[in-house]
């Protein structure tokens, strides 16, 4: 069965120290790796797509790496406007539903 | 271009009352999907649409009904509404289904059944 677990569930930093979050998968082939952010009382919005293993992709304080079996988003010099709840999601190659399995997320809170 | 909309943003219903979530998109996507989202529970796919015409059950199906109206729109309905339907709903859509595209949210209805 396809799943998507995140740890840890929540996350407090100090404003510039530096942390990752980590996102384990199993799926039947993996079609795309998904990083989204969520504020609160808001949507889910869109971070990165990391499609095979090896993949960095970057944006700003924010780097998300892919391997098999897990992902990383590595938060550098973390500020207060980078708290939310981060969501990990994948997108298997079986059934081409477009259909996304997400993890529970990590809630992340940036004190000044 | 507002992107993906939804109303109501919030809703109070009782035990056995109906009502309908209104989604709609305005990026000329192809698929469409409408989420719930609980308190350690993720986000769970309640239905999907691949197309105008078509709709497929997700993971939490029951006690839900779905159309696609148009390829702008895809509604909700709860035909009567549970405690257990007390949720977060979320309409995403997707340029369709060839290829891997992200998800693009809605801002959410919030939703209580007493």
């Known amino acids: 069965e396809d799943q998507v677990t995140q740890s840890p569930e929540a996350l407090r930093l100090q404003e510039g120290e530096s942390s990752s979050l980590n996102c384990s998968y199993t799926v039947s082939g993996l079609r795309g790796l998904f990083w989204y952010r969520q504020d609160p009382g808001k949507g889910p919005e869109f971070l990165f797509t990391l499609y095979s293993a090896g993949e960095e992709k970057e944006k700003e304080r924010l780097k998300a790496t892919l391997t098999k079996k897990e992902s990383f988003l590595h938060i550098t010099a973390p500020k207060p406007e980078d708290s939310a709840t981060y969501l990990c999601?994948?997108?298997?190659?079986?059934?081409?539903?477009?259909?996304?399995?997400f993890g529970q997320g990590t809630t992340l809170q940036v004190k000044p | 271009n507002a992107g993906v909309t939804q109303t109501p943003k919030f809703q109070v219903l009782k035990t056995g009352q109906s009502m309908t979530l209104q989604c709609a998109q305005d990026m000329n996507h192809n698929s469409m999907y409408w989420y719930r989202q609980d308190p350690g529970m993720g986000l769970r796919l309640i239905y999907y649409s691949a197309s105008e015409g078509t709709t497929d059950k997700g993971e939490v199906p029951n006690g839900y009904n779905v159309s696609r109206l148009n390829k702008r729109e895809f509604s909700l309905r709860l035909e009567s509404a549970a405690p257990s339907q007390t949720s977060v709903y979320f309409c995403a859509s997707t340029p369709g289904l060839a290829g891997t595209y992200e998800q693009y949210f809605g801002p959410g209805t919030r939703l209580t059944v007493t």
């Open positions: 999601a994948v997108q298997a190659r079986s059934g081409n539903t477009g259909k996304l399995i």
